[in-house]
């Protein structure tokens, strides 16, 4: 998993690296987030089955809020492809949660 880690952080550290503002941007809710990262939370990445994983990543956007980023990736000898992101909490308040079915984490509303 260390690996995988690292991969995640250089994932990030070079597309911010590549932007105007050395932030990483993704969309939400039709915005662009730009976004420093705060911390790859080791803890909690999974394997979810042959070369995919998912990762909890904390950054923290240009507008003072902290955002949980859900990333999902597919990890093979020496590369790394990030295949989704998506905001999970914003300042700690879950947008959805996770829910194990047949092994595979899925997404569900919160109720």
Known sequence: MTDVSDGLKRFI?????KS??????????RKDLALDL???HDDRFSSL?????F????????DGKIYDIDFLMAVQPGK????QTSVHKINGKPLYNWKEDEA???KVPLS
């Open 13 to 17: 550290g070079s597309y911010s690296m």
């Open 49 to 53: 089955g042959g070369d995919k994983y």
């Open 20 to 29: 105007a503002d050395k932030k990483f941007h993704m969309p939400y809710q």
């Open 104 to 106: 595979v984490g899925k």
């Open 55 to 62: 990762a909890c990543v904390n950054m923290k956007g240009t």
């Open 80 to 83: 790394l492809t990030v295949t």
């Open 38 to 40: 705060i911390k790859v």
